[in-house]
C-alpha cells in the first residue's frame, strides 16, 4: 500500500511551518526547497525559514496588538517558528527579534531530524500532478521561480499581482560612534529580555535631517527592468526615499520620529529626529537600520548613510536592495481552507497569497499544513472564527468580506493588497461598561478596545483548539 504524503513547495517562513504541523499531525510530509541548486535574488544562504528583510517579528505585546495575539495564537498551536523566535530572541524593546543566523539554522536542524519530513532540495517548475500529490501546499513566497509561476497563472487563468519590497542595510556595531549614539529604547520601554535600553540612536538636527531628506530624494537609484516598471510597492515596506518623496515631515513621524527618546550626551537638546539602529545577531555585533529599506544604489547607500550622526566611519555587513515580490488574487482563486477553487487539495500559504509578514506568512502555514494533514487523514478541518487572528487572515485573503449575498466576487476583489495582521480586519467588538455602567473615553478607549479584541480572540482560538486539534484531545 502506498502512503500519501503532502507535498510543500518552498522552505520559508510558512512552508517550515507547514510541514512541522503536517508532521507533528502525523502525516508524511516532502518539503521541496530550490536553493541552492537554484538561488533567488534576496536569499543569501541555503537555510530553511531565512530571514531575508528584517529580524523583527514586531510587537510581542499579546493584549494590544494585533500581531503580538498572533504570536500568542501561534504558541498555543505549537508553532515551530514561534519556538525558534523565542529561542533565539534578542532584546527589541516590546518586539520579538531573532539572531537570525541562529534561527533559519535551528529551523533547519529541526525539520531534518523530524521522522515524518524527508526534505528534497530542487527546484520545481510547476505544480505537483494532482495524482500523485493529492495534498499539496505552495508555500513559494514572493520569489517564486518563473517556471512555477508561469504554471500557476496558467493553472488559475490569472495574471496575479506583484509589489516591490525593500531590504535594510546592516551596520557593524564596532564602527559606530558612541561619542553621538547612545542606547535607548523608546520610552524606555522594555520587552522580554531587554533592558530599555535595546536600540542605538543616531540624532539628527534640523540642518541636518533637511540635508539627509534632499540627499535622500536626489541619490541615484536602482533602475527597474522592463517588467517591472508598473509594480506598485507595499506601504508597509516602502523604500527610505520613497517616503522622503511623500513628503520633508514624512520620516519624522515615522521611522526617524524623536519622540520618547534623550539625547544622552545632550539631555537638555531634544533631537529634530532619529535614525535607529536594533541587534541583528546574538553576539550584538550587526545592527539593522530600523525602517531604512532602500532602492539606492550601494554606494549611495555608504555615502548618504555616512553622513548620519555616528555612522560616519560605519561598515555594512550588508546593503540594502529591492526586490519584486509577487502574490496571487487569493479572494478570486482561493476559498477559506486555503485552497485553490478549481483544484481541491492544492493549498497556497504564506506571502504568494497576499499576507504580507514573517509572522502573517508563518501563520497561514500553520493552518495550510493542519488543514492539509487532516484532510490526508479523513476529516476537514474549519478555518478559526474571523474574530481570532488567524481567522481574521484567511477572511482577508479569501474574500469573506468582499463576496456578495450570492457568494460571488465584488469589483472590490480587484483592489485587493497585502495585508499585515491588524484589528480592521477582525469584526467589530463591543467594549465593556465599567462597574457604573460606563465605557472607556478619551485616552482609555484605545487600549479598552484593544483588549476586547484580544480577549475576545484568546477565548474563541482557544476553543477552536481544544475542538478541533486532535493532538490535543489524545494528550
Known amino acids: 500500500m502506498t502512503i500519501q504524503k503532502i507535498h510543500i513547495i518552498g522552505g520559508g517562513m510558512a512552508g517550515s511551518e507547514a510541514a512541522w504541523q503536517a508532521a507533528e499531525a502525523g502525516a508524511q510530509v516532502i518539503l521541496h526547497e530550490m536553493r541552492p541548486v537554484r538561488e533567488t535574488d534576496a536569499h543569501q544562504t541555503d537555510g530553511l525559514a531565512e530571514l531575508v528583510c528584517s529580524n523583527s517579528f514586531r510587537s510581542d505585546d499579546d493584549e494590544h496588538n494585533a500581531v503580538g495575539l498572533l504570536h500568542w495564537e501561534m504558541r ?52 505537483p500532478p494532482a495524482k500523485w500529490a493529492p495534498q499539496a501546499i505552495v508555500a513559494t513566497g514572493p520569489l517564486t521561480s518563473p517556471a512555477l509561476a508561469d504554471d500557476i497563472r496558467e493553472t488559475t487563468g490569472d495574471d496575479g499581482l506583484a509589489f516591490f519590497d525593500a531590504i535594510a542595510p546592516i551596520i557593524h556595531r564596532d564602527t559606530i560612534d558612541f561619542d553621538q549614539a547612545w542606547f535607548q529604547s523608546r520610552y524606555d520601554k522594555a520587552g522580554p529580555g531587554g533592558t530599555g535600553a535595546d536600540y542605538i540612536n543616531c540624532p539628527m538636527d534640523r540642518d541636518q535631517y ?122 478570486k482563486l482561493l476559498d477559506a481552507s486555503l485552497q485553490l477553487k478549481s483544484r481541491p487539495g492544492l493549498r497556497f500559504a504564506g506571502q504568494i497569497t497576499g499576507v504580507e509578514g514573517y509572522v502573517e506568512s508563518a501563520a497561514m502555514g500553520l493552518m495550510a499544513g493542519r488543514m492539509a494533514a487532516a484532510e490526508l487523514a479523513g476529516h476537514i478541518l474549519p478555518p478559526p472564527p474571523p474574530t481570532t487572528a488567524h481567522g481574521s487572515l484567511i477572511s482577508h485573503i479569501s474574500g469573506g ?41 478619551g485616552k482609555a478607549k484605545k487600549p479598552a478596545r484593544q483588549l476586547a479584541y484580544t480577549g475576545r480572540a484568546k477565548a474563541d482560538f482557544a476553543d477552536w483548539l481544544s475542538t478541533h486539534d486532535e493532538r490535543a484531545a489524545a494528550e
Open 76 to 127: 498555543q498551536a505549537g508553532s515551530l517558528i514561534m519556538a525558534m523566535g523565542d529561542r533565539h530572541k534578542l532584546p527589541a524593546g516590546g518586539a520579538l527579534a531573532v539572531d537570525r543566523d541562529a534561527f533559519s539554522a535551528d529551523v533547519t536542524a529541526t525539520l531534518q531530524a523530524h521522522p515524518n519530513i524527508t526534505i528534497e532540495r530542487e527546484e520545481v517548475a510547476g505544480l
Open 210 to 331: 533637511e540635508t539627509f531628506i534632499a540627499a535622500l530624494i536626489d541619490g541615484d537609484k536602482a533602475d527597474f527592468k522592463q517588467w517591472e516598471e508598473n509594480t506598485p510597492y507595499f506601504d508597509g515596506c516602502l523604500p527610505i526615499e520613497v517616503m522622503a518623496e511623500r513628503g520633508p515631515e514624512t520620516l519624522r513621524h515615522g521611522p526617524m520620529k524623536p519622540m520618547g527618546l534623550t539625547n544622552r550626551h545632550k539631555p537638555d537638546e531634544k533631537p529634530y529626529a532619529v535614525v535607529q539602529l536594533r541587534q541583528d545577531n546574538a553576539l550584538g555585533t550587526l545592527y539593522n537600520m530600523v525602517g531604512f529599506q532602500t532602492k539606492l544604489k550601494h554606494g549611495e547607500q555608504v555615502r548618504i548613510f555616512r553622513a548620519i550622526p555616528g555612522l560616519e566611519k560605519a561598515e555594512f555587513a550588508r546593503l540594502g536592495g529591492l526586490h519584486r515580490n509577487t502574490f496571487i488574487n487569493s479572494p
Open 401 to 441: 468580506h468582499l463576496s456578495d449575498d450570492s457568494g460571488d466576487m465584488t469589483s472590490k476583489a480587484r483592489s485587493f493588497q497585502p495585508m499585515n495582521v491588524n484589528f480592521g480586519l477582525f469584526p467589530e467588538v463591543e467594549v465593556p461598561r465599567d462597574e457604573n455602567g460606563k465605557r472607556p473615553r
